[in-house]
């Protein structure tokens, strides 16, 4: 299976694109909307680290494993986490 070129503008485009997302959500966070922050958060980190991964020359399974299984523990607790009234 060959991979994508992944020095195309597309992918570069997406790896700003989730740095974005990571701080809107980190933002959005701290100004009071924890569920979606934390949720846009795992998202755009889950992406973030997905583009790195596949730039890298080394490819050992943890090294994206442990981090998109963090992500998604972060994205169930963001979710699961009760309204704050």
Known sequence: MKL???TSDRTTRLFHVSAALSVIGA???????VRT???VLAIA???FISIRYARGPRKRR????????ICGI????????????
């Open 4 to 6: 994508p070129d992944l």
């Open 27 to 33: 933002g959005a966070a701290v100004m009071g909307a």
């Open 37 to 39: 922050g934390g949720a």
């Open 45 to 47: 980190a889950s992406v």
């Open 62 to 69: 943890i090294e994206i494993i442990a981090p998109l299984v």
């Open 74 to 85: 972060m994205l169930v607790v963001a979710l699961t986490l009760p309204h704050a009234k």
